[in-house]
């Protein structure tokens, strides 16, 4: 029988196994829907790389673009794509002698199998009496589970994010640190992370100070956090070096006509637009509800990770915000609360099946709102 005990912030060994078999056949479900999906439909896996996925191939091929080439007005270059999952592509091109595009959809399919497991660990750690099938299947059937197939970053970014919340939840500052330094080169929303490890370093070094009884050396803290800006900082000493332009990653935005804004502005601007504009917005409204609830359960790492990865980019627009929300791990991590309630668990399953079928559509049907 398998044990979900919990003691001493450590997995017990025949539970280790549990999150393996668990993740596993989810991810394979995931899979076998995708397969269905595609039989039926008669859409292609060699078709699947499009949109940003595109992109990316063209790093994988040929790296970062000197210039800017792309677009109508020949202003887009591929500076905007960090550099970490185009790099593990690459990896996998050159071992497995398969396509660029093929790399690029085995490497999101093999972050997406790790990002399930370790989900599961990050839920076990922050809210313990939420079952490991409840965990799995938020991710692997989540409504938007296609940009985990498709050569996007999501999940890269959920996996690397989970593993750093989970050992900054354990302690583990030097490996979080670590974790987080890659994370940082996955995507920009990557280095809030630091914000949230100084929460948690500074509520750590209060604690201690309240208890000197305590021994507790500062270094590995210290450590861990300068760790986690370094990968946003290689990036951009690779940048300067390339382009001359440090902040190219940045400066690129305006291709894509991306723009702070005021990110309650885009909500209001999104709810007196169409029937679309009024789904995005209230989309991103009850997303902001989350760091709240996350608050109110004391996770407030967890909050403010959550509520920058939401309102940075509602800042620059409405556009590709269900892919933003719904592979943020603090988003899934209250989604998995609420579906421990079995009757919402399998209305949330049934509407995620039903949104996959349309999401697969319209993305091999080239319909602009799934980039």
């Known amino acids: ?28 479900l995931n ?16 078709e699947m790389c499009t949109w940003d996925c595109g992109w990316y191939r063209g790093i994988v091929e040929a790296g970062y673009d000197l210039e800017p080439h792309a677009h109508e007005r020949m202003d887009a270059a591929n500076w905007a794509f960090f550099p970490v999952f185009p790099l593990f592509a690459r990896f996998v091109y050159s071992v497995f002698d398969v396509s660029h595009s093929y790399a690029l959809l085995i490497s999101s399919r093999f972050f997406f ?16 009496a939420i079952p490991l099938m409840v965990s799995a299947s938020v991710v692997a059937l989540n409504p938007f589970a296609i940009y985990g197939n498709v050569g996007y ?13 989970y050992n900054l939840k354990q302690e583990r500052f030097v490996l979080s640190g ?44 210290v450590l861990g956090g300068i760790l986690i800006p370094l990968g946003l900082s290689l990036y951009m000493f690779f940048l300067y070096r390339h382009t001359g332009d440090a902040f190219a990653f940045s400066h690129i935005q305006r291709a894509w006509d991306r723009s702070p804004g005021n990110p ?7 709810l007196s637009g169409d029937a679309y504009g009024k789904y995005l917005a209230l989309m991103s409204a009850a ?30 627009g409405l556009w590709s915000m269900p892919r933003y929300i719904f592979w943020q791990a603090p988003v899934l991590l209250a989604i998995a609360c609420a579906c421990t309630n079995r009757k919402i668990w399998i209305l949330f399953l049934t509407g995620s099946v039903i949104m ?8 091999f049907t080239g319909r602009g709102w799934v980039i």
């Open 1 to 28: 029988m398998i044990a979900f005990s919990f003691k001493k912030k450590t997995l017990f060994a025949d539970e280790k196994y549990a999150l393996l078999a668990i993740g596993v056949g989810f991810f394979i």
């Open 31 to 46: 899979q076998v829907l995708e397969l269905l999906i595609m039989k039926f439909s008669g859409f292609r896996y060699s």
């Open 113 to 128: 199998l790790l990002s399930i497991i370790y989900f599961m660990k990050l839920s076990r750690v922050y809210f313990p």
């Open 153 to 165: 970053t999501e999940s890269c970014f959920l996996f690397f994010t989970s593993a750093f919340f």
């Open 178 to 221: 670590v974790v987080g330094g890659i994370l940082s080169a996955v995507r920009l929303a990557g280095n809030f992370a630091l914000i949230a490890y100084l929460y948690v370093a500074i509520r750590k070094l209060v604690e201690d100070w309240r208890h000197p009884e305590r021994r507790f050396r500062p270094e590995p803290l």
């Open 264 to 270: 309650f502005a885009r909500i209001g601007d999104g």
């Open 287 to 316: 997303a902001l509800i989350v760091p709240a609830f996350l608050i109110y359960k004391r996770h407030v790492e967890l909050a403010i990770f959550s509520v920058l990865c939401t309102l940075i980019p509602l800042s620059t």
């Open 356 to 363: 996959q079928l349309a999401i697969y559509t319209a993305w």
